[in-house]
Structures are given as structure tokens and as C-alpha cells.
Antibody, heavy 122, light 113 residues
């Protein structure tokens, strides 16, 4: 059974940092592109970041470029999102999601974690 | 970025009746070489992550009831629930993947009338 379990969320002050983790199981993690998608309270879905199977190719949304870094450890079957210089606008539930398109060329998400809540507030 | 716009923002439908959700993209998401529309639909129930319902605008994922159907091409798409059930109460999102940086519609909330 495919499982994605996020951790590392919490309350952080503006300008602070946080690292999210997503532990994957039930599939060959290194074969899949992985993504982070966030959802602000009461709002819609917003794609944040992606990484290919071997971790070499990454891309961020413009709104987080230079502040967020996606990475993965295939030996640990774990995806990460390092978030720096956080602002109130980054407050959201952060989901890790598996890309069902093995090539990464047509990204859509067949498995999602339950999400990690990140609250940026003083 | 490709902007996805859904309508309506919410709708209330009686049990057993049809629900129709529209999604419009700011540019075509039909790849002419493959004749495929790069559009997915998701269902998100309260307190849960999204669930992929449909890919390629009209292909239901495994296990999705056949009362859910997708249609459309180019820039205009529709998700139809042919006979609304109580368990279909949720927010529905469209997502384009024509651009490898995916974008979502703002969501349509479906409720029981």
C-alpha cells in the first residue's frame, strides 16, 4: 500500500525556517517525481515544488523561488522541503504528492499525504 | 502560467440530480501531436487530501464511480456527476499539466440541496 506521511509542520515566526519531511512507503520511491502542493486555510490548491527521481532536477514556483528548497534521500525514502524566510503568506497545509507520470512530463498526482500544517505568525 | 478558472464557485444539487462543473484554461491544453488534453480533476472532501478522479480530461482513474465523467477539449472542460450521492459532497478542482508547472482551478464546492 502506497503511503506518504508528512512531518515537521508547526508554528514559526515570520522570517524563520522550517523543514518538512515526507516518508514514502509501498512503492519504489526513486522511480517517481515528487511534488509539494500547499493549501492555505479555506483556499485552493497551489503547486509549490517538484523533484525528479534521482534528485538532480528541481523546480519551484516563482513565489517561493530562492526561499524553498526541495530535496530527497532515496536511501531513506524521504522527501524534504526546506523553507526559509517564511512569511504569513506561506501559512498553509503542505502536501507531498506522487507524480503518476514517470517521465515528469505530464504531472498529476495519484497519491497524497495527509498534509503538514505550517503556521507563520508572531 | 496557465490560469484555470472554474465555474460556479459553488452549487447545491438535489440527491440523484446532475451536477455540472466547468473549467476554462487561459490557453489551449490540447497537445496537437498527441490529440490529448492535459487536464485532471480532483475531489477533496473536508479534512482530507485531494483524490485524483480523472486524467486526460475524460479518463476515469481506477475505482472512480462511473457517475463521474469528464468532457471538453482545448480550453473548455466539464466534470459531470450524473446522479449526485451524499458521499459526493466535496470541493472539486481541475488541474492542467500541459505546462510541467501545474496549476489548479480555484475549486467548486458541491453541496446537497
Amino acid at each position: 500500500e502506497v503511503q506518504l506521511v508528512e512531518s515537521g509542520g508547526g508554528l514559526v515566526q515570520p522570517g524563520g525556517s522550517l523543514r518538512l519531511s515526507c516518508a514514502a512507503s509501498g512503492f519504489t520511491f526513486s522511480n517517481y517525481w515528487m511534488h509539494w502542493v500547499r493549501q492555505a486555510p479555506g483556499k485552493g490548491l497551489f503547486w509549490v515544488s517538484r523533484i525528479n527521481g534521482n534528485g538532480v532536477s528541481t523546480r519551484n514556483a516563482d513565489s517561493v523561488k530562492g526561499r524553498f528548497t526541495i530535496s530527497r534521500d532515496n536511501a531513506k525514502n524521504t522527501l524534504y522541503l526546506q523553507m526559509n524566510s517564511l512569511t504569513a503568506d506561506d501559512t498553509a497545509v503542505y502536501y507531498c504528492a506522487r507524480d503518476m507520470s514517470l517521465s515528469g512530463d505530464d504531472p498529476r498526482f495519484d497519491y497524497w499525504g495527509q498534509g503538514a500544517l505550517v503556521t507563520v505568525s508572531s | 502560467d496557465i490560469v484555470m478558472t472554474q465555474s460556479p464557485d459553488s452549487l447545491a444539487v438535489s440527491l440523484g440530480e446532475r451536477a455540472t462543473i466547468n473549467c476554462k484554461s487561459s490557453q489551449t491544453i490540447l497537445y496537437s501531436s498527441s490529440n490529448k488534453n492535459y487536464l485532471a480533476w480532483y475531489q477533496q472532501k473536508s479534512g482530507q487530501p485531494p483524490k485524483l478522479l480523472i486524467s486526460w480530461a475524460s479518463i476515469r482513474e481506477s475505482g472512480v464511480p462511473d457517475r463521474f465523467s469528464g468532457s471538453g477539449s482545448g480550453t473548455d472542460f466539464t466534470l459531470t456527476i450524473s446522479s449526485l450521492q451524499a458521499e459526493d459532497v466535496a470541493v472539486y478542482y481541475c488541474q492542467q499539466y500541459y505546462n510541467t508547472l501545474p496549476t489548479f482551478g480555484q475549486g467548486t464546492k458541491v453541496e446537497i440541496k
